[in-house]
């Protein structure tokens, strides 16, 4: 191993600090140039633009804005759910007040220039192993790292702008420390650990897997350096569960002691003093969040069943394409930008690890971005920083032997940097690449959010809006009211109300809404979390779920008293998602089995040969008979439906009735291009009805927008 070690060696470098800021700089500009060119692309597109400026591109950014909005204004209503105690609301709140910018253009910048940061800590671990050069290539390589940059990019509003910067930031300060083996590198380590649980607290179990790593690295590499123990005496208390100006307090009169009594601090002491924090740690939580944390993304099921195991809810893990399988090629490009980067990273992270064995704590973070081959491709970010170091080690380990065939001088040098330049550009292509041709769209376009900046002036900040948990966050940053389900609010007890309202006949639908959010309310109000459809049918006296959502078919069924407006907020987006939307609801309450799928089916290139209309896959509409074939299969048509708007703006709707029995309806929505086949179950839900058809009953509904991409409707009940 020595050996190998031996042929490993890299020539050191001394840099002077000012050359060293000038490539941290450099690094840094390179990484903001990248993300600019996405502000170049969505520019030329006017419908991108609200209030003067380019919107943002994630809909979980719109959580962070209701707050830091809300903080702005001085306050929020009771149970809103604005995060104005959030970290990345806060800052945002402060940048506001004091930068000369607008909110909407903070927010569209601000992870950009937040998420570039990643270039400093992977430059300053270079320079800790005394290898800035290495450190500055594999500053340029994680700045624009494929995944990284997905989650950093202009506009990718999103705590993800530190979430990697951070632990890079801890990791920096552990090699510094085990580096250098100065107690002042003790308070560092506490406080990037403590900065890291504070802008997310899921830093709790990557904060621990880097601890544990580092005993290894000391038992194996280190086993009588007081000082490796002494760091893991400081990484306890930065994790512990205790407020955070006590953990400061304990840290420093910890520090002070060490120095006070560095000559009688013996190693004895010193691991009595780890176990003590140890057991604290333990005492204080252990490893709850880390099994919370295995339990949501690793060992996840179908469904989800309540506290009493009576009802059992679809699972939301199932439909978060974050939280999915992906294929091996998407899960190393994502890390490296290419399957051939990703195989030559790993071997220079595992040559890296041998030449410094310190690089061992990385390796928490290279396996939490492996969970992402079967646990979702969010977590390919962390591998990131480790990889792009281990690929830059390679490359200037192989410039160095390219260099070694000339003679030490000038042109050594120039051979070796021009090998190292070579190698580094090979690997940025592929990245830069996937950048230029990454056009992801804002997340809604102006003329919806025309539609919710409308609502918010009709509806009081107390009503609700109903709609599907992706579109929560921005229904309640632009229109300043309360939602049912969110980006954060969607597990399967609380889809289940909105999915039903949204794919269920409407006497059921409106029944269902006033439910849902007079008992969210009262859950609220009486500061518990209980499954509000079990909550409903004990009120009602009701066990069997079946039975009960039976009686919400009746306009008689008797609701609770109205205590705020509701309306529906339906967009043609969620016509894509509509048979997602349908699952939460689409099933055996009492034991979780799916119940058949309706039947959907669209097409947007479908052609008119006069005699039959062709779909595509097989499927076609004989119009002489009047019949569809599926396959093999033909059946008759119930109904045909054609809408198109007129130079009114109003929607026009035409009905042809062809076989009343017939389990099929056809509907052309002229102005969409859009052909669909529906079964009659998916034609009498409401978003159907009152989207596609504007088919409302006015018992029930109320039409308050009306427009091609987005439509509300009040409850009257």
């Given at each position: 191993?020595?050996?190998?070690?031996?042929?490993?060696?890299?020539?050191?470098?001394?840099?002077?600090?000012?050359y060293l800021l000038v490539l941290v700089l450099v690094a840094y500009a390179f990484a903001i140039g990248m993300r600019m060119l996405w502000v170049g692309y969505i520019g030329d597109n006017a419908e991108s633009f609200w209030n003067g400026q380019i919107m943002i591109n994630t809909n979980d950014g719109y959580f962070y804005a209701e707050g830091a909005r809300d903080i702005l204004a001085g306050g929020n209503q009771p149970y809103d759910l604005s995060p104005i105690g959030n970290p990345t609301s806060q800052l945002t709140a402060w940048l506001a007040k004091v930068l000369p910018?607008?909110?909407?253009?903070?927010?569209?910048?601000?992870?950009?220039?937040?998420?570039?940061?990643?270039?400093?800590?992977?430059?300053?671990?270079?320079?800790?192993?005394?290898?800035?050069?290495?450190?500055?290539?594999?500053?340029?390589?994680?700045?624009?790292?494929?995944?990284?940059?997905?989650?950093?990019?202009?506009?990718?509003?999103?705590?993800?702008?530190?979430?990697?910067?951070?632990?890079?930031?801890?990791?920096?300060?552990?090699?510094?420390?085990?580096?250098?083996?100065?107690?002042?590198?003790?308070?560092?380590?506490?406080?990037?650990?403590?900065?890291?649980?504070?802008?997310?607290?899921?830093?709790?179990?990557?904060?621990?897997?880097?601890?544990?790593?580092?005993?290894?690295?000391?038992?194996?590499?280190?086993?009588?350096?007081?000082?490796?123990?002494?760091?893991?005496?400081?990484?306890?208390?930065?994790?512990?569960?205790?407020?955070?100006?006590?953990?400061?307090?304990?840290?420093?009169l910890l520090l002070v002691t060490f120095y006070l009594l560095k000559e009688r601090i013996d190693l004895k002491i010193v691991l009595g003093l780890l176990g003590a924090s140890v057991v604290v740690l333990a005492i204080t939580g252990g490893l709850g969040p880390i099994f919370a944390q295995l339990t949501a993304y690793v060992f996840r099921g179908e469904t989800a069943a309540d506290a009493s195991g009576t009802l059992h809810y679809f699972n939301v893990v199932q439909t978060v394409r974050e939280a999915g399988d992906i294929p091996f090629d998407t899960f190393a490009n994502r890390?490296?930008?290419?399957?051939?980067?990703?195989?030559?990273?790993?071997?220079?992270?595992?040559?890296?690890?041998?030449?410094?064995?310190?690089?061992?704590?990385?390796?928490?973070?290279?396996?939490?971005?492996?969970?992402?081959?079967?646990?979702?491709?969010?977590?390919?970010?962390?591998?990131?920083?480790?990889?792009?170091?281990?690929?830059?080690?390679?490359?200037?380990?192989?410039?160095?032997?390219?260099?070694?065939?000339?003679?030490?001088?000038?042109?050594?040098?120039?051979?070796?940097?021009?090998?190292?330049?070579?190698?580094?550009?090979?690997?940025?292509?592929?990245?830069?690449?996937?950048?230029?041709?990454?056009?992801?769209?804002?997340?809604?376009?102006?003329?919806?959010?025309?539609?919710?900046?409308?609502?918010?002036?009709?509806?009081?900040?107390?009503?609700?809006?109903?709609?599907?948990?992706?579109?929560?966050?921005?229904?309640?940053?632009?229109?300043?009211?309360?939602?049912?389900?969110?980006?954060?609010?969607?597990?399967?007890?609380?889809?289940?109300?909105?999915?039903?309202?949204?794919?269920?006949?409407?006497?059921?639908?409106?029944?269902?809404?006033?439910?849902?959010?007079?008992?969210?309310?009262?859950?609220?109000?009486?500061?518990?979390?209980?499954?509000?459809?079990?909550?409903?049918?004990?009120?009602?006296?009701?066990?069997?779920?079946?039975?009960?959502?039976?009686?919400?078919?009746?306009?008689?069924?008797?609701?609770?008293?109205?205590?705020?407006?509701?309306?529906?907020?339906?967009?043609?987006?969620?016509?894509?998602?509509?048979?997602?939307?349908?699952?939460?609801?689409?099933?055996?309450?009492?034991?979780?089995?799916?119940?058949?799928?309706?039947?959907?089916?669209?097409?947007?290139?479908?052609?008119?040969?006069?005699?039959?209309?062709?779909?595509?896959?097989?499927?076609?509409?004989?119009?002489?008979?009047?019949?569809?074939?599926?396959?093999?299969?033909?059946?008759?048509?119930?109904?045909?439906?054609?809408?198109?708007?007129?130079?009114?703006?109003?929607?026009?709707?035409?009905?042809?009735?062809?076989?009343?029995?017939?389990?099929?309806?056809?509907?052309?929505?002229?102005?969409?291009?859009?052909?669909?086949?529906?079964?009659?179950?998916?034609?009498?839900?409401?978003?159907?009805?009152?989207?596609?058809?504007?088919?409302?009953?006015?018992?029930?509904?109320?039409?308050?927008?009306?427009?091609?991409?987005?439509?509300?409707?009040?409850?009257?009940?």
């Open positions: 191993m020595d050996k190998l070690r031996d042929l490993l060696r890299l020539n050191e470098d001394q840099f002077n600090p000012w910018f607008s909110f909407e253009t903070i927010i569209l910048y601000m992870p950009a220039w937040v998420g570039a940061l990643i270039v400093v800590p992977v430059l300053l671990i270079g320079r800790a192993l005394k290898q800035t050069w290495l450190g500055f290539g594999a500053a340029l390589i994680a700045g624009i790292a494929w995944s990284y940059y997905n989650r950093t990019m202009t506009g990718y509003y999103d705590t993800d702008m530190l979430v990697i910067v951070l632990p890079t930031l801890v990791l920096w300060s552990l090699i510094l420390g085990v580096s250098h083996h100065q107690n002042r590198y003790l308070l560092i380590t506490t406080f990037t650990i403590i900065l890291y649980g504070v802008w997310y607290p899921g830093s709790y179990s990557l904060n621990l897997g880097m601890a544990a790593m580092l005993l290894l690295y000391t038992l194996i590499f280190d086993r009588k350096n007081i000082f490796n123990y002494k760091l893991l005496i400081f990484m306890a208390i930065a994790v512990v569960m205790l407020p955070i100006m006590l953990k400061f307090t304990i840290s420093i890390i490296s930008g290419h399957v051939v980067s990703f195989i030559l990273a790993t071997i220079g992270y595992i040559l890296m690890v041998i030449r410094y064995p310190v690089m061992l704590i990385a390796l928490p973070m290279v396996g939490l971005g492996f969970i992402a081959y079967t646990g979702g491709l969010r977590f390919t970010v962390y591998a990131v920083p480790a990889y792009a170091l281990g690929i830059s080690f390679l490359i200037f380990w192989i410039a160095q032997q390219v260099g070694s065939f000339a003679q030490e001088g000038r042109n050594r040098t120039l051979l070796w940097g021009g090998a190292a330049a070579f190698g580094t550009a090979l690997v940025l292509i592929p990245n830069i690449k996937h950048i230029t041709e990454y056009k992801v769209p804002t997340v809604f376009t102006a003329q919806e959010v025309q539609v919710l900046d409308t609502l918010g002036k009709k509806a009081s900040r107390e009503d609700y809006v109903l709609a599907w948990w992706d579109y929560g966050y921005p229904i309640r940053y632009y229109s300043d009211v309360k939602t049912l389900v969110d980006g954060g609010k969607h597990s399967g007890d609380v889809n289940f109300p909105v999915s039903f309202s949204l794919t269920f006949p409407q006497t059921q639908s409106v029944n269902m809404a006033r439910l849902a959010t007079e008992y969210t309310e009262k859950a609220y109000h009486n500061k518990t979390h209980h499954d509000y459809l079990k909550s409903m049918m004990e009120d009602y006296q009701e066990t069997d779920p079946d039975i009960f959502l039976s009686r919400l078919e009746h306009k008689s069924f008797q609701l609770p008293e109205k205590t705020r407006d509701v309306y529906f907020y339906l967009p043609y987006r969620m016509m894509d998602i509509y048979q997602t939307v349908r699952l939460f609801s689409n099933l055996n309450l009492r034991t979780g089995a799916a119940y058949a799928r309706p039947f959907i089916y669209e097409s947007r290139s479908f052609k008119d040969t006069g005699e039959k209309i062709l779909l595509g896959n097989g499927i076609e509409v004989d119009k002489r008979t009047n019949r569809i074939r599926i396959g093999q299969q033909e059946v008759s048509v119930n109904a045909l439906y054609m809408t198109a708007y007129g130079p009114d703006g109003k929607l026009q709707v035409r009905r042809q009735l062809f076989d009343m029995s017939a389990p099929l309806s056809l509907i052309f929505m002229r102005s969409y291009n859009r052909f669909m086949v529906v079964d009659q179950q998916t034609l009498n839900s409401t978003y159907f009805q009152l989207f596609v058809l504007e088919s409302y009953d006015p018992e029930l509904f109320e039409p308050v927008i009306l427009t091609p991409l987005a439509k509300v409707y009040k409850l009257n009940r």
